[in-house]
């Protein structure tokens, strides 16, 4: 049956005038729920076609393109992480999902439904009609979203509620096609999947490259800003990650789309933007080792596992610290400072820079139409990529596997910066096979990187104590393992850049970023 659109506050009397002589309208009954609609904080959940939404103590979850129920879960309390769900369906679906991210309160509404019972002459029950409207639980300064009017059919008369909703679509009520969750969300301002990291920036082929430049940057930035308060309230460890990522993508930017502002504005942001990268590398470090907590203990034998503890105790005591140094850092006067100051950079309008000298230098490529310095980049960064992969499989330089990976890494920002100048299919395919490539090579680093610091605290282990000299055995234990995959990481990660160094790649590269394609 259809939703109609009917006005707030539709009381019985105008329902019966809706619905004429031919039935009959019962005294109506009518109940106030709190609803809670939850989600990840990068709406994972509405990505997959799910909504999880809270009455009561009842969980339940929808799929939102089928239009049904496809669990429900009784809890006292709301759940934060997948491991807080009881064992069971609603579990098994969302653990693969959500991972370790948080759910948090996407939209806190009250639902008033009213549902009045349709008579026929007889004065027998033949349909319900319900009537449904939804408003924020706190002031919120956002339009609300029209009431909604269904019919609801009782088994034996089927045939009735069709004939009820035909006259109400007679009568001029407008139909609609949203749902109760996309309502839910409307009433509190919020735009389902509004946040992600994907770059999705609007560049026009002939826009000049500081203009192109700014609204890059200024999408980056906003993720930044928007991540800063959950890394302070420590929800889960993917609002650091983001904006680690952010923070990164930023300095590829300054660094790479070249010529294009002021050296000084460049020089002091680069430098500001890296400070603020090393203020949080070793909280991200602790994340990803804390992280891996239960790989580690799966790689030795039941009878070491258990002394791991002291190892994982030590680690969580560093995390505070380095989670008290980041909060202190971010809420810091010049930390403030330095974000004010580059949020009235990006804010300035571009003007003619490319014909100005700045310090004895022109910012030659201001005016220039981005997708000439596009190509022009990312196809000298391409070049960069292949000469050194090519050198470091052909004269066996497997320590210098790193620093391919930083090259692939620039090579792929580009790519994604200005992946809406070129054809998408094309683009996808180029991203998804470079990004395998530099997965292969991130995991060579993250082993060396393993290694090093399990040895690391390895020497900061007190050894008074018995337990600490048994982590010490299975400390060795997991280097010797990191060691063998180090091995197998090598030969997969040879054989990744092999793949992208293909001829069909190369041919695509050069059709799309070579100098010649440039119109």
């Known amino acids: 049956m259809p939703n109609f659109i009917v006005p707030r506050g539709l009381d019985a009397?105008?329902?019966r005038e809706i619905l004429g002589a031919s039935w009959q309208l019962g005294p109506g009954n009518g109940r106030t729920q709190r609803l809670l609609v939850y989600d990840t904080f990068d709406w994972r959940l509405y990505r997959q076609s799910l909504g999880l939404w809270h009455v009561g103590q009842t969980f339940t979850l929808f799929d939102l393109a089928a239009g049904r129920v496809v669990t429900t879960a009784v809890m006292?309390?709301?759940?934060?992480?997948?491991?807080?769900?009881?064992?069971?369906?609603l579990r098994a679906r969302l653990e693969p999902i959500?991972?370790?991210?948080?759910?948090?309160?996407?939209?806190?509404?009250?639902v008033q439904t009213a549902v009045y019972p349709v008579l026929d002459a007889a004065a027998q029950p033949v349909a319900e009609l319900v009537v449904e409207e939804i408003r924020p639980s706190a002031p919120a300064d956002v339009p609300l979203p029209p009431a909604s009017l269904t019919v609801q059919p009782l088994p034996a008369r089927p045939e009735a509620a069709r004939a009820v909703s035909e006259r109400l679509?007679?009568?001029?009520?407008?139909?609609?096609?949203?749902?109760?969750?996309?309502?839910v969300l409307t009433a509190v301002g919020q735009t389902p999947g509004a946040y992600s990291t994907k770059l999705d920036i609007q560049l026009t082929p002939d826009m000049r490259a500081d203009e192109a430049a700014k609204a890059i940057l200024r999408y980056l930035l906003q993720v930044m800003r928007s991540n800063e308060a959950y890394i302070l309230q420590d929800l889960d460890p993917e609002f650091l990650h983001d904006y680690r990522v952010a923070v990164r993508r930023t300095r590829s930017a300054l660094s790479q789309i070249k010529a294009v502002f002021p050296p000084e504005t460049i020089n002091r942001f680069k430098q500001e933007f890296k400070v603020i990268g090393q203020l949080s590398n070793h909280l991200r470090d602790l994340d990803v080792y804390l992280l891996s907590e239960e790989d580690y203990r799966n790689q030795l034998p039941d009878f070491l596992r258990d002394a791991l503890d002291p190892l994982f105790d030590h680690l969580r005591q560093k995390r505070a610290q380095a989670?008290?140094?980041?909060?202190?850092?971010?809420?810091?006067?010049?930390?403030?400072?330095m974000v004010a100051d580059w949020e009235a950079f990006l804010a300035e309008p571009v003007g003619d820079e490319g014909d100005t000298a700045v310090s004895g230098?022109?910012?030659?490529?201001?005016?220039?139409p981005i997708i000439i310095l596009a190509r022009r980049r990312i196809d000298k960064r391409y070049q960069q990529v292949m000469a050194a992969g090519q050198t470091i499989l052909a004269e066996n330089q497997q320590g210098q596997m790193h620093s391919l990976r930083i090259e692939c890494k620039k090579l792929r920002y580009l790519m994604e910066f200005f992946a809406g100048l070129f054809p998408?299919?094309?683009?996808?395919?180029l991203i998804r096979q470079l990004k395998q490539l530099q997965n292969h090579l991130g995991d060579l680093n993250d082993l060396n990187v393993q290694q090093a610091y399990l040895l690391h605290i390895a020497d900061d282990l007190p050894l008074r104590r018995k337990?600490?000299?048994?982590?010490?055995?299975?400390?060795?234990?997991?280097?010797?393992?990191?060691e063998q995959k180090k091995t197998q990481a090598k030969a997969e990660s040879a054989a990744a850049f092999r793949q992208f160094a293909a001829s069909e790649n190369a041919c695509l590269f050069n059709q799309l970023f070579a100098p010649s394609s440039q119109s």
């Open 76 to 89: 006292p309390e709301a759940p934060v992480y997948v491991w807080d769900l009881p064992p069971g369906l």
């Open 361 to 368: 230098k022109k910012v030659t490529n201001a005016a220039t």
């Open 323 to 337: 989670l008290r140094e980041v909060s202190e850092g971010l809420k810091s006067p010049e930390y403030g400072q």
């Open 13 to 15: 009397a105008k329902l």
């Open 467 to 482: 337990k600490n000299r048994r982590a010490l055995v299975a400390i060795g234990w997991l280097v010797a393992n990191l």
């Open 424 to 429: 998408p299919k094309e683009m996808g395919l």
């Open 169 to 183: 679509a007679q009568s001029g009520l407008e139909t609609s096609e949203t749902t109760t969750y996309a309502a």
């Open 98 to 110: 959500m991972g370790v991210r948080a759910l948090l309160p996407q939209a806190d509404v009250l």
